[in-house]
Nanobody, 121 residues
Framework: QVQMKESGGNSVQAGESLRLSCAMSGGTDGSYCMGWFRQVPGKEREGVAS???????TYADFAQGRFTISEGIAKHTLDLYMNSLKPEDSGMYFC???????????????WGQGTQVTVSS
């Protein structure tokens, strides 16, 4: 059974940085995408950044230039480096994975419980 586990959420001041980490366990060999998503109360979950099975990254417009997604050293791990954080970046950040080619979307199969990021002005 595939399980996703996020870590690294914290409360920070605007302009500071955070690194979120995600580990997927229980997956079989094959092609997977992995990605980060976020959600605030009352709003739909939105994509932040994703890596496809070939390791190519894509970013949401708000993340471009400030956030960097990268595969960790261990297989099926994923980091999100967030710089120049803004109060509007606050929310629950989720890691997701899905089998196959392409990028992960909000319809991804496997999800973690989330890690909270709070950015104060």
């Amino acid at each position: 059974q595939v399980q996703m586990k996020e870590s690294g959420g914290n409360s920070v001041q605007a302009g500071e940085s955070l690194r979120l980490s995600c580990a997927m366990s229980g997956g079989t060999d094959g092609s997977y995408c992995m990605g980060w998503f976020r959600q605030v109360p009352g709003k739909e979950r939105e994509g932040v950044a994703s890596i496809d099975s070939d390791g190519i990254a894509t970013y949401a417009d708000f993340a471009q230039g400030r956030f960097t997604i990268s595969e960790g050293i261990a297989k099926h791990t994923l980091d999100l480096y967030m710089n120049s954080l803004k109060p509007e970046d606050s929310g629950m950040y989720f890691c997701a994975a899905d089998r196959g080619k392409g990028y992960c979307s909000t319809y991804a199969t496997y999800w973690g419980q989330g890690t909270q990021v709070t950015v104060s002005s």
